[in-house]
């Protein structure tokens, strides 16, 4: 046969007896209703990147997800929350992005991590 003739065969699981929910993400659709925070902004030790005007109704807080948020040292955690104003423009309109320059060891790469996990689950940024 040709390799354009070839059957195709459809993706299984490889797990036996699995059985799929039916939960179903679809990319690009969002569903409609009350917008809401993904973790609670209120919730002791929560890292909160931004919170929105009191009569906003289009915007939600933005949280660090709790179990990035407790493993961050004192300077991480404001390093976290600098790099998102940097990075959403809120520190100088119009500019998005920052450079983190520091010595060894300190943690950039996991602020780096916690603020791109962030952006990419938590905002429709």
């Not at 809401?36 to 906003?56: G, I, M, Q, R």
Request: proline residues 7%.
């Amino acid at each position: 046969k040709q390799w354009y003739q070839r059957r195709v065969r459809v993706f299984q699981i490889p797990i036996p007896n699995y059985v799929a929910s039916g939960y179903r993400k679809s990319l690009g659709l969002r569903k409609a209703g009350v917008k809401v925070a993904l973790h609670d902004p209120d919730a002791p030790n929560a890292l909160v990147l931004y919170k929105p005007p009191e009569d906003s109704k289009d915007e939600v807080h933005i949280v660090v997800d709790p179990v990035l948020g407790d493993i961050l040292r004192p300077h991480q955690r404001e390093g976290v929350r600098f790099m998102y104003r940097c990075v959403t423009g809120i520190t100088a309109p119009d500019n998005y992005g920052c450079i983190m320059a520091d010595e060894m060891g300190l943690g950039k790469t996991a602020m780096y991590s916690f603020v791109l996990d962030t952006v990419e689950t938590g905002t429709g940024v």
